[in-house]
């Protein structure tokens, strides 16, 4: 196991500030510096809707400024990282998804309304299909905060229920469902064994650190090593994406993303993202000294 020299966490930081978000940049000073979570409050407000909801491209892949469900998971997951509780803005968030949920309680990644504006060409109908991905996401995320809410009830009980029919999506439902199992009440120990044999035949899985391209890891699924899903994976197999993470910084300091993002403002903005994941992972597992 190779230890990441301090120039290469200096490197992360200095492409943050010059090339990252607001919101990323308040984050990288209370994750490494220990400054106050007002800060990144402040920041991911910036994003708040009158209706409750987030919008605005804080998740970047579209620049719509109304608001939706993967922009809610996005603004939860600046406020955990934070280490900021039950906010008022989660709650006022909760009572928007209860506006736009159905009936069961879950919700799509978006809607329609995102056409009118710039978006990566993945965004396309297939995200307006209320889901596992971010319905699981979003309760467990709450659930780990500690939020009570009429609409994280129903949430709770309409994943549950589609646990039990079975999965059959993609890798990045899988990260969903993984969050709520840690999170949410009830008794996830039924499905712990099938979370393996879903991984199997996982869409956009990469289980093998030379794989190339596009793909979600074992490190998106155990970002640290005290996860409750670090068990799936053997240390071989996260030691390598350690290295590969670990090796692809890029001369400015920063990580590369895989995909194609809508436009020069969003793919910086993903690369401050992925850049302080990459910071906070390799850190996690004892990579930067």
């Not at 400024?65 to 509780?85: C, F, R």
């Not at 009980?157 to 999965?167: C, D, I, K, N, V």
């Not at 391209?213 to 090593?225: F, S």
Request: glycine content about 10%; some cysteine; hydrophobic content about 45%.
């Amino acid at each position: 196991m190779g230890i990441v020299s301090h120039d290469i966490l200096a490197a992360g930081r200095a492409f943050i500030e010059r090339e990252g978000r607001v919101v990323e940049r308040r984050l990288a000073e209370v994750v490494f510096d220990g400054a106050d979570p007002a800060g990144v409050i402040d920041a991911v407000r910036a994003y708040r809707n009158a209706d409750g909801g987030f919008g605005y491209g804080l998740e970047p892949d579209k620049r719509c400024p109304a608001s939706l469900p993967i922009d809610v998971e996005a603004a939860l997951d600046a406020l955990w990282t934070a280490g900021v509780g039950v906010d008022k803005m989660v709650l006022d968030a909760c009572g928007w998804l209860s506006t736009v949920a159905e009936p069961t309680g879950a919700v799509p990644l978006a809607f329609p309304i995102i056409e009118r504006y710039p978006r990566a060409e993945h965004w396309s109908d297939w995200t307006y299909v209320p889901g596992l991905n971010p319905t699981a996401g979003i309760a467990g995320r709450l659930h780990r905060i500690g939020v009570w809410h009429l609409w994280l009830d129903r949430a709770t009980a309409w994943t549950w229920t589609a646990l039990e029919q079975g999965f059959d999506d993609d890798a990045h439902a899988l990260r969903e469902v993984l969050i709520f199992l840690a999170h949410a009440p009830g008794d996830a120990s039924r499905f712990a064994e099938r979370v393996s044999q879903w991984m199997v035949e996982l869409k956009w899985f990469q289980l093998d650190p030379g794989a190339e391209g596009y793909g979600v890891t074992p490190l998106h699924y155990a970002q640290t090593p005290d996860s409750p899903w670090r068990h799936l994976f053997d240390d071989a197999t996260i030691e390598g994406h350690l290295d590969r993470l670990a090796g692809s910084q890029q001369p400015d300091g920063g990580w590369p993303i895989t995909w194609e993002p809508p436009g020069t403002a969003s793919t910086l903005d993903w690369r401050g993202i992925e850049t302080l994941r990459a910071l906070e992972t390799l850190r996690a597992y004892g990579r930067i000294g």
